[in-house]
Structures are given as C-alpha cells and as structure tokens.
C-alpha cells in the first residue's frame, strides 16, 4: 500500500469511526499526533496534484509536507496546480515522470521567474585592453586587465565619464 493510498484510509476512517477527532483516532492507533496529521495532509492534497503522477505510489508524505506551505498561497498554489494539470496532460499523452521529477516539477512552478543576469557594458576598445563595467545590487563594479597600459585604461575611463555622466572628460 502507497503512502498516498494509506493516508486516504485514514482520513476516511477518520471521519466514519472517530467522527473526525484527530487526537482520539491518534489516541487510538497510539500514534503521535502530528505523525497522524502528516499523513492526512496527503490524503487532503487536490486530486489534482494526484492526476500529475504516474502512479499513487509515487506520492509520499514528504510531498504533501512540501506542497501544502505553496498551496497554502493562492498565487502559488494556483501556479503549483496548473503545472500539475500540465503534467497529468503529459503523463496522459504517455510521458509519465517519476514521483521525484514531479515534485521537483510542481516546486519550480511555484518560484519566482529568476532575474536576469547583469549585462556587463565595456568601455575601450575591448575587454582585454578596456574596463568592464557590472551592475551589482546598486553598485557598479568596475574590472580591468592586470597587464592594462595606463593609455589604455585612461581612454576607457573617459568613455566610462561619459557614457555615465555625459559632456566633457576633463
């Protein structure tokens, strides 16, 4: 029996012979409470995140334990169940994933797009005989060849005056 198919026997013994008392039915089993209630938080899970795997046995408590915080928002959790609705459209057209690959699916759904990375700008000729010029959290860092002639950086140093402050290097 699958973690999955065991929390689903528990929540519904936990309505039809406990009247929904968690603490009798832990009581009862002489299971820890926050155990028992580990296991129901998979049985709660949307059938939805159910469909996105290839089988009920490839959830386990531990997805439940990472998913229910994103569902819990409704901006996450609605990005977690449409990937979950995108991947049950996949595993129906006959590419099922494993239980890792789908955790790891609906997790990254939920992220934030990553930034873009700073583009680096270079002034002189290039950035062997030139500086580079990074934009880092509200500072910029300013990078040059060890072997730069005093010439060299001279001239870049004006098209970085410039280009930043406009008007006249001197």
Known sequence: MSDYERSQSYADALERYYGGRQSVM??????AEAWLSRQLALAR???????????????AE????????????????????????DLAA????GHARTGPQVL???LAAARPPAAEPPVPKI?????ETGITATPR?????LEFAETLSRKEFDAAIRD???????????
């Open 26 to 31: 832990a009581a009862r089993l002489e299971v």
């Open 45 to 59: 899970l949307p059938e939805e995140l159910a469909a996105a795997y290839g089988s009920v046995r490839d959830m």
């Open 62 to 85: 531990l997805h439940a334990r990472k998913l229910r915080p994103l569902l819990a928002v409704p901006e996450t959790g609605e990005k977690v169940l449409a990937a979950a609705r």
């Open 90 to 93: 996949e595993r129906a057209g």
């Open 104 to 106: 790891a699916a609906l």
């Open 123 to 127: 002034y002189g000729a290039d950035a």
């Open 137 to 141: 959290g509200g500072t910029l860092r």
């Open 160 to 170: 970085f005056v410039l280009d930043r402050f406009g008007g006249d290097a001197d």
